[in-house]
């Protein structure tokens, strides 16, 4: 694979724009379109800072075979299908998978994910302490039961359904999307 298709192949693994990586590398947008194009090749300080924007050496950037972790991406999305045996699972089994891959180049990617799940934990939680809170202390206006178990359902769908999609992204080396998400991993 070229160089020049290992660093875009990187870009969207990680969910960054072009311009996302020309801010974090401290380049011009028009160089990493250069890079990407293949019109040119990074060398000597240009090299540097695309790879240190991965966490990666300019001698790794440039030998590594990214074919052999092509899946690890839409895997780690699947596991956070989990929640639907334990709400808390949508994050933790996420969790442990990243920290078992973490000096792979997949940080980006896969804080968004854990960031999406943290936030959806929150909301279901805030949710299930209003329906509580409303049966103990009998709120009348929180709205019925009907609502929260509605909203509750509706969180199981929304993170049902991005979960699918960023797969099919992640499969297709796209730029993830996962939102809302409360930023607590950058």
């Keep these: 694979m070229e160089l020049s298709q290992k660093i875009k192949e990187l870009r969207n693994v990680n969910g960054f724009s072009q311009e996302e990586l020309a801010r974090k590398a401290r380049l011009s947008l028009r160089t990493i379109q250069r890079i990407e194009l293949g019109e040119t090749e990074p060398r000597g300080d240009t090299l540097i800072r695309v790879a240190g924007v991965f966490n990666l050496k300019p001698e790794d950037l440039v030998s590594i075979p990214l074919s052999k972790d092509k899946y690890f991406l ?15 699972l949508g994050f933790v089994v996420p969790l442990i ?14 804080k968004k994910l854990l960031n999406f799940q ?33 909203s509750i359902l509706g969180l199981y769908a929304i993170n049902f359904l991005l979960i699918i999609i960023n797969t099919f992204l992640s499969v297709n080396n796209k730029k993830l999307f996962y939102q809302p998400a409360i930023p607590f991993l950058r």
């Design 97 to 110: 998978l990243w920290v078992l891959k973490r000096d792979d180049s997949f940080d980006a990617a896969s």
């Design 118 to 150: 943290i936030t959806w934990c929150i909301a279901l939680v805030i949710i299930y302490a209003l329906l509580i809170s409303q049966k103990m202390f009998h709120f009348g206006r929180l709205g019925g039961p009907e609502s929260m178990i509605i």
């Design 74 to 88: 839409p895997v780690l999305n699947l596991s956070a299908l989990s929640y639907i045996f334990f709400p808390l």
